[in-house]
């Protein structure tokens, strides 16, 4: 397992960005969930009151206790959820949605103004639970992702994220992925003619068209994807062929060099009015399908071993710039045009196509 000193991406640990935690279906108000994201261990609930998703630091300031790892003390068993507070359940102490202890049961003196603990700005969208995290403390940078689609009558929404696991991998290996031009004739047995990376602020884009052996008919309209990481950890690809659709991809660190990855899709219904079965099931199948494509990216992940520096060749796509762009996000937010100085503009890889400015060309392609 590699960490991000070995990488040497920067001064941080962990990167700054939105990064998904959880499944809302997960985040309830009968108990806390207790979830382990960038080497921390936290509590998430729903507030009873505001309907909303709370995430504290798990580890109460009283004498320790994880919040969220109890199921037997009374506390527990009664329902430590009071309003969009939460109960500790060694000693009954109760923390506000702000982090702060706004109860001690047994003691009439004043509460400490340090009995609080780290309350983080997280935001619910499309069914899944983001929290911005950032080692210097700062406000977010970007939005949470959110798709307009999302709210349409003719697409289908994913139901349950699929949840992919946690793997042995830095995400920087998971990142690499989206300068990863040669890798789709081998893995996906795609025929891709046009390629290009653009890196730009906080975005890094891959448009990419060609044929496909499973997500595009043959003889067909050629796929065409434009996948955009949003940050350093949400990646988002808008793909047509045989249905539009996004593909949602999400990946967060756990500890350091170690990976927690989830996908699902959105998928415009066939003939474009509002969702019947049979465009659920469609979708439920395209998803499938899509699902079994990034599973097999997931495998390489699963059982390589770190690419600390690669031996990269002509026409392997542009992976040191990625690299370089990937780099602000572990480095102080001051230090971030260092980076984008040398990577922003459009990168197509030696022997492909850059991706043409008008989709026509690509129809007649
Ligand atoms: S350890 Fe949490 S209330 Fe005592
Ligand atoms: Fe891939």
């Known amino acids: ?77 009664d329902g430590p959820i009071e309003g969009d507070s939460l109960r500790c359940p060694y000693h009954a102490w109760r923390f506000g949605a702000d982090g702060k202890c706004n109860h001690i049961p047994y003691s009439s003196g004043p509460i400490p103004p340090a009995a609080k603990v780290r309350s983080w700005p997280v935001k619910e969208s499309m069914g899944a639970v983001f929290v911005w995290h950032d080692p210097e403390g ?19 929404r994913w139901d349950r994220i699929d949840d992919l696991g946690t793997i042995n991998t830095h995400p920087q290996e998971i990142v690499d992925n989206i300068t990863d031009a040669a890798h789709f004739g081998p893995v996906h047995g795609s025929r ?22 499973t997500l595009a008919a043959e003889g067909g309209p050629l796929l065409v994807t434009e996948a955009i990481y949003n940050g350093p950890s949400i ?32 998928v415009k219904t066939a003939k474009g009015g509002a969702a019947t079965d049979e465009d659920r099931a469609a979708a439920k199948m395209f998803s499938d399908m899509a699902l079994a494509a990034f599973a097999q990216d997931f495998e390489v992940w699963k059982y390589k071993k770190p690419c600390l520096t690669g031996m990269f060749v002509q026409g392997d796509g542009a992976f040191l710039k990625q690299r ?42």
């Open 1 to 77: 397992m590699a960490t991000t000193k070995d990488y040497g991406i920067g001064e941080f640990d962990f990167p700054r960005g939105w990064f998904m935690i959880a499944d809302s279906h997960d985040v309830g108000s009968d108990k806390p969930l207790a979830v382990r994201y960038f080497g921390r261990d936290f509590a998430l609930y729903r507030g009873k009151e505001s309907g909303k998703v709370v995430l504290l630091d798990a580890y109460c300031p009283h004498m320790g206790t994880h919040m969220a790892l109890n199921s037997t003390s009374y506390v527990a068993q």
């Open 138 to 156: 700062g406000e977010p940078e970007w939005e949470a992702p959110f798709l307009s689609e999302w709210d349409e009558p003719n697409w289908v």
């Open 192 to 213: 891709t003619r046009y390629f290009e990376n653009e890196f730009k602020g906080h975005l890094a884009i891959q448009r990419m068209a060609g044929g496909h052996r």
């Open 235 to 266: 990646l988002i690809t808008r793909m047509s062929g045989l249905y539009d659709s996004y593909i949602f991809i999400a990946h967060t660190p756990v500890d350091d060099g170690s990976t927690h990855v989830w996908h699902s899709l959105l």
């Open 324 to 365: 370089a762009w990937y780099k602000q996000f572990y480095n102080p937010r001051a230090m971030k045009q260092e980076f984008l100085k040398q990577v922003e503009g459009i990168h197509v890889p030696r022997g492909m196509q850059a991706f043409p400015k008008d989709h026509a060309e690509l129809a007649a392609a």
